[in-house]
């Protein structure tokens, strides 16, 4: 994967015969974002006409957190922190409506079907979790960002 620091685009792997593209960035993202886009934290959109939905994970004090999962439909947006943000780094699981990954990942987490907040990312079939791949997110120190989910 690359990114072109100059537009803020970041091309996605091709995950079964769909790419999908990531817009990162701190500005607003044209007409699908709303009055939400004051708000300092991290924002999902979805670009596409699927809906999806999502699970993040990131470092904290007690060890790797994951947590999901937030329904976003086409066209939509969802707050996912809604605290400024802290890290460099964050990681999002994309799944379409039937539980299937969407994206490649750069490192893999523990999810659950249901809603769910987990610490340690690691020894998930031992502790009777599910493995997935998770995509890094680079907010470049940034308090706001957002994630544009789309079709190519």
């Given at each position: 994967m690359t990114i072109d620091r100059d537009s803020g685009?970041?091309?996605?792997?091709?995950?079964?015969?769909?790419?999908?593209?990531?817009?990162?960035?701190?500005?607003?993202?044209?007409?699908?974002?709303?009055?939400?886009s004051a708000h300092a934290g991290l924002r999902v959109c979805n670009g596409?006409?699927?809906?999806?939905?999502?699970?993040?994970?990131?470092?904290?004090?007690?060890?790797?957190?994951?947590?999901?999962w937030w329904t976003i439909t086409a066209n939509a947006c969802s707050q996912v922190l809604q605290e400024p943000l802290k890290k460099a780094r964050y990681y999002l699981h994309v799944?379409?409506?039937f539980g299937e990954s969407r994206l490649g990942g750069d490192i893999t987490l523990c999810i659950r079907e249901e809603k769910f907040v987990l610490y340690d990312g690691d020894q998930c079939w031992q502790r009777g979790l599910i493995e997935a791949d998770f995509f890094q997110v680079e907010t470049e120190g940034k308090q706001d960002w957002t994630v544009l989910l789309s079709y190519d």
């Open positions: 685009k970041l091309l996605a792997r091709h995950l079964t015969g769909t790419r999908w593209l990531f817009f990162l960035g701190a500005a607003a993202l044209g007409g699908i974002l709303s009055a939400s596409s006409v699927d809906l999806v939905n999502v699970a993040l994970g990131y470092e904290t004090d007690e060890g790797m957190r994951t947590e999901g799944a379409d409506g």
